[in-house]
């Protein structure tokens, strides 16, 4: 029985995942043992699908063209082996090649921006070929989307939080990127589709009140349904009072809660440090359950694949460690489950 197994039911339990690792046989089978869910750790991102060479040759001005190849690998892995995605993502600021917000498609460094009305056709057409290719392409397999993404940076000091730094989306749409980000979304997805803002840091005020500031009046139209809690921790924070009192806050709006981005960021696999993670699994875990969490990725499957781990310093934040052998937080997982 896997952990998959252990909350069905109740919960779906999902990793991030490479089309490299699910090449290798061990991590592979325990992609399988285990998840119900998988999301692309970047096989799905803009500027891995976007393809420039495609785009200019179709002569199109308002309509990037795609290469879903890499995505392809993943989606039809999941379809052959039941496995539901969440799909990440569609707008974000980060990864989202410049040359799609240009005049003629321009790499140039200082090529001008188009207008707003075209970026806004740019977008709708953006997420209605992509909601519609995959949608097409495997009936049924995706049960949600990311289609705003860490759009709230309270450290850019805008007076409702806006991530306006670094953001070519909001440097062109401005304060109204979410709606319209949301508004094609609700439009092109698929029946039963739900769709999703996510973000880091999310249990932390003020990016909390800004983040439910602009979900409440999406929520009101009927344009969001849930919050997507990224949750990169580290071992001794947040505390787990300021993260439940997270999940209580979003939810008590009405939004559907998803666990998106797991790890907890272990520095060391000391036996006292493996213990403590452990013990911050165990804790997260239950939050969630109590919570009512929907769905729980991890942002990877084992620690040599994570994102947190540098050649130069080796992390170890997840569940299986380097070989793909359970940890001791992958057992304390499992017995939260089994209650
Ligand atoms: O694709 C290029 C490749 O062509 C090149 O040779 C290689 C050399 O470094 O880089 C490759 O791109 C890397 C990309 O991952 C794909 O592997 C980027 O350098 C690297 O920065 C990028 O990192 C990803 C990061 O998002 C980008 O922001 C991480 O793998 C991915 O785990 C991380 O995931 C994000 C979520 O999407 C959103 N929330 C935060 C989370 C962690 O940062």
Partial sequence: MGLKDLCA???????????????????????????????????????SIMDFDATVKSGQTDRVMFDFSEA???????????????AHTLIWHNQTPRWFFTEDWSKA???????????????????????????????????????LNEFIEPDNNHPHGCRVRKNNWFSILGEDEP?????????????????????????EQPKRDFILSTLRPLLKDGLVDGMGLQSHLLPDYPGMDEYRR???????????????????????????????????YREVFEAAIGGGVESL??????????????????????????????????YAVREILSK
């Fill in 179 to 203: 709606r319209y980000a949301f508004t094609f979304a609700r439009r092109y997805a698929a029946p039963g589709q739900k769709l999703f803002y996510n973000d880091y840091n999310e249990y």
């Fill in 72 to 86: 392809d690998k993943v989606l039809s892995f999941a379809r052959d082996n039941g496995i539901k995605v969440r």
């Fill in 109 to 147: 460094e200082d090529a001008p921006f188009v207008s707003r009305e075209k970026l806004l056709k740019r977008m709708e057409n953006f997420i209605k070929d992509e909601m519609n290719y995959f949608n097409g392409a495997y009936p049924g397999l995706i049960y949600c989307w990311d289609v």
């Fill in 246 to 280: 997270a999940i209580s806050d979003y939810a008590a709006e009405g939004l559907s809660l998803q666990i998106t981005e797991l790890d907890i960021k272990s520095l060391s696999e000391s036996e006292a440090d493996d213990e403590l993670l452990a013990r911050r």
């Fill in 297 to 330: 990725t991890l942002w990877g499957v084992t620690d040599a694949q994570s994102w947190l781990s540098k050649p130069d310093r080796p992390a170890y934040p997840l569940l299986f460690d380097r070989a793909g052998k359970e940890k001791k937080a992958y």
């Fill in 9 to 47: 039911g109740s919960m779906l339990i999902g990793a991030a995942v490479t089309p490299g690792l699910l090449q290798n046989e061990r991590y592979a089978e325990i992609v399988k043992n285990e998840f119900s869910s998988i999301t692309c750790e970047n096989v799905m991102k803009p500027e």
